[in-house]
């Protein structure tokens, strides 16, 4: 369960003599006094309870000793915590010093001394750098958030972040020293130089000593002015002070009186700095009119019916200018988004036209290839359809050469029957055998004519024929194995021909595809370039407008204030008070505060180029050291330097980084807590952002920007907001990071978090209190103010949100300070 506060007991402490309790409840707890009864001293007291020191002691603005009541000789705080804890300190003055004892009970165990704070730190999971970065909120804590500059933003951020423990190691690098050294170094290194340097300044050695005199003159000047200016200073805020005494009641008009005056000066000064002397409402109605027209002639140019219609609805007037811009440039936006989806488009295409081109590169490669093999053939594939068209195809070939081969192997077998038969025919007619040496049959006459017979047709030989047919089919034979060689090239070269027609026809799809692209992107191309032309001139005229709607709520306010500070100086003067004569003092005041810090800027340059002159005339001729044994000396300082730098520039990127990653455990928070805490309908949301810049040797520098969000989406950073709208936005930060940390604590404390605001600032502040409880962000708040119009607010706020609040008013008289607890406050 977390820990809220019950019950705070003080003896003797700061304003409070003798002992005085406190009850807290859950809810709002209103501490209520004017200046000086000690509103701030209570929760000084809880923050000693709990840590066992307080921040104006470890800022060194007070001493320990301080904490104890002028009267007494010591002070006790007791601290009853919710889950049983109750935590007592004592300090005793001793001479000169202080001894301090306490004790705590934490879980039904006692602890004393020096075990109590590590034990408290432990149970509630914040140490006390860290309750003072968010459990304790301040005037100081919001107006460096509110009011701010980016720079003040962004030191104070990093300080509720911890990071200024990194910041204290930077500054703990001994670099200014070194750079002294440095710096003297290289002027007496350069003392030979600075005769001439000096001279062409000041003319001659002894004007430069003469400036010198000059210099210590003017300073002594200066010095008395800021003592007499110091003096001045001081007399006006007791004169005002004097003026002052005696009237009671007056706190917070006067709060507001001077408040109002300052902004109403501030507004004039914003005003006549940006030059803008007026500014009209019917010329910035005019102008919204003209734009209202063409922006719906361009969404009709590119289609976009429903927006135009829309835009085209839009009524005009001098009372609501501020929205219909707001509804004009979100229906403008998108025009935006449309060419931004052009871009794309482009890019889409671009990337397709360049795999396109690839592709045709690749194919007209291919194509080339082919068609240099087919060159290469051709000429075999002449060779060839020649065979074919002399002896056909090798088919009829591999035919002709089996029908000749069997032609010519029976020829060969008559020729050698023939050729055997007419030997033994002649044998037998030769040797007139009686018997046929074959058969052995008797051989007659007619026999012996029928071979002789014979023998005249055997000796016809079919030599010549053989011959002839051997030869056409060596022919044949010799133009088959050609043909066969020439068939493979053949038909590569056809299948060739054929992926080539392929590649062609591929080629010619994706140049057509090329054209029709690149057309595209022309078109594309065009409508890109007549939206950025008009996106960027629109954009530019709209933020002229709302520069001037801007300008315009200012003036409006700046009357506001005009009507606000008569009617409070009106009421000043009601209760006797001279305005003329106390806002008098009020602009001396201002005056001599910003001539003190002239004249201590115009000192500050002086003692500077005092030191530097005076060094430098020291330096020249009287150097005895050896120049070489101040180069080496110089050269080391200087590498040392440089690494210093390094770990300058780390210390700083890791500072970075962390920045970084604590927006990304917190920007979500702010976002879901600033919808909880405001109520309307014109912002929907906030959220913060750090931007990163590299600075080179210097290191990496971040800045944090807090924004809110107008219904679309459009980012409107914290200063162009309205004072309400920046405290909520405040307000969401510190919860987001009160929640994103892992602590116990279940209460908030806030110190005069608004000193001097309007009403409906005070309102709003209210109203964002309530709902602090009311949504369950946190369960206990307790709140010291001094303005009666933010107590009301608080008690009206709490009674309409039916939320739990209670009363602790404070009052001094004379040197004594009472508490009086109303637990139902009745207005």
């Known amino acids: 369960m977390r820990i809220r506060i019950n019950e705070l007991i003080i003896r003797d402490f700061r304003g409070f003599m003798g002992e005085n309790r406190i009850s807290f409840n859950d809810g709002i707890n209103i501490i209520h006094g004017p200046v000086g009864s000690g509103k701030t001293s209570i929760v000084q007291s809880i923050e000693y309870a709990l840590y066992g020191t307080q921040l104006e002691v470890k800022e060194r603005v007070s001493k320990l000793t301080d904490l104890i009541n002028e009267e007494a000789n010591s002070l006790l705080v007791k601290l009853v915590l919710t889950n049983g804890i109750e935590v007592i300190r004592e300090l005793k003055k001793s001479g000169e010093n202080v001894r301090e004892s306490s004790s705590a009970i ?11 704070t590590s034990k408290i730190i432990e149970t509630l999971g914040v140490d006390d750098d860290d309750f003072e970065r968010f459990v304790l909120v301040t005037h100081r804590t919001l107006e460096a958030l509110v009011y701010g500059s980016v720079t003040k933003r962004s030191l104070f951020i990093d300080k509720l972040f911890g990071l200024e423990i990194l910041d204290n190691l930077n500054r703990s690098l001994p670099m200014s020293q070194i750079e002294d050294l440095i710096n003297k170094l290289r002027q007496r290194l350069a003392s030979v130089k600075e005769l001439p340097e000096i001279i062409v ?208 192997e029976r020829l060969s077998v008559e020729e050698g029957f023939r050729s055997s038969l007419l030997n033994v ?109 008009f996106v960027d001139e629109f954009r530019a005229e709209v933020d002229e407008i709302d520069k001037e709607i801007s300008y315009l709520r200012r003036y409006r306010e700046l009357n506001s204030l005009r009507r606000q500070e ?80 390094r770990i300058r520039a780390g210390i700083r990127d890791v500072q970075a980084r962390v920045r970084d990653e604590m927006i990304k455990i917190v920007r979500d928070n702010v976002g879901s807590i600033f919808e909880m805490l405001y109520p309307y309908d014109d912002l929907e949301g906030a959220g913060i952002e750090v931007t990163v810049k590299d600075k080179g040797i210097i290191g990496i520098v971040s800045e944090y920007t807090l924004y809110a969000f107008r219904p679309g989406g459009r980012k409107v950073t914290i200063s162009r907001l309205s004072d ?80 739990r609040y209670s009363m602790i008013k404070l009052i001094k008289e004379e040197n004594k300070r009472r508490i009086v607890q109303i637990t139902d406050y009745d207005m």
């Open 201 to 408: 300044k000041y003319g001659s050695i002894e004007r430069a000593q003469g400036k010198v005199n000059e210099l210590r003159e003017e300073i002594e000047k200066l010095r008395k002015e800021e003592e007499e200016l110091s003096n001045a200073y001081n007399n006006l805020l007791r004169k005002r002070e004097e003026l002052l005494k005696g009237f009671r009641g007056i706190e917070d008009i006067y709060s507001n009186y001077i408040a109002t005056r300052i902004r109403r000066e501030n507004l004039e000064q914003e005003l006549e700095k940006a030059g803008i002397k007026e500014v009209n409402e019917t010329s910035i109605r005019l102008r919204l009119e003209r734009l209202r027209d063409l922006l719906i002639e361009k969404l009709e140019e590119f289609a976009l019916v429903k927006e135009a219609d829309d835009v085209s609805k839009l009524v005009i007037t001098n009372d609501n200018l501020s929205e219909v811009t707001e509804k004009v440039y979100n229906a403008f936006e998108g025009l935006a988004r449309l060419k931004d989806k052009f871009i794309e488009d482009k890019e889409y295409l671009s990337n397709i036209r360049n795999d396109l081109e690839l592709q045709s590169e690749s194919l007209k490669a291919s194509l080339k290839e082919l068609e240099s093999r087919i060159s290469q053939e051709e000429p075999r594939v002449r060779e060839y359809k020649a065979l074919v068209n002399k002896y056909g195809e090798p088919v009829k070939i591999r035919r002709d050469v089996e029908e000749f081969r069997r032609r010519l």
């Open 106 to 116: 934490i879980n039904g165990i006692r602890y004393k001394d020096d075990e109590v």
């Open 724 to 803: 309400g709208q920046r405290l909520t936005i405040a307000l969401s930060f510190l919860l987001s990071v009160y929640r994103a940390t892992n602590h116990n604590i279940d209460f908030l404390l806030m110190d005069e978090p608004i000193p001097y605001v309007d009403e409906n600032i005070r309102r709003a502040f209210a109203s964002l209190l309530t709902r602090f409880i009311s949504e369950g962000l946190i369960n206990q708040v307790i709140i010291t103010t001094q303005s009666e119009g933010l107590v009301n607010d608080i008690v009206n706020a709490a009674r309409e949100a039916n939320v």
């Open 425 to 533: 025919l002649q044998y037998i007619l030769s040797n007139h055998e009686e018997r046929c040496p074959v058969c052995n049959k008797s051989l007659s006459e007619e026999d012996y004519e029928n071979i002789k017979r014979r023998i005249e047709e055997l000796s016809r030989s079919r030599n010549d024929e053989i011959e002839d047919m051997k030869n056409k089919l060596n022919e044949l034979e010799r133009v088959l194995t050609n043909m066969e060689t020439l068939l493979p090239i053949v038909n590569d070269y056809e299948a060739t021909i054929e992926r080539s027609r392929d590649i062609r026809s591929r080629l010619e799809t994706v140049l057509s595809k090329l054209e029709t692209i690149e057309k595209s992107i022309r078109d594309i191309d065009r409508r890109i370039q007549t939206l950025t032309r």
């Open 566 to 645: 008569e009617e409070l100086r009106q009421q000043l003067s009601n209760l006797g008070i001279d305005t003329r004569a106390i806002t008098g003092i009020e602009d001396q005041i201002r005056y001599i505060d910003e001539r003190l810090t002239q004249v201590r800027a115009k000192l500050s340059d002086d003692s500077a180029e005092l030191s530097r002159l005076e060094l430098a005339l020291s330096s020249i001729g009287f150097d005895k050291e050896d120049p070489s044994t101040l180069r080496k000396r110089l050269d080391f300082l200087e590498d040392f330097y440089n690494k210093l730098t």
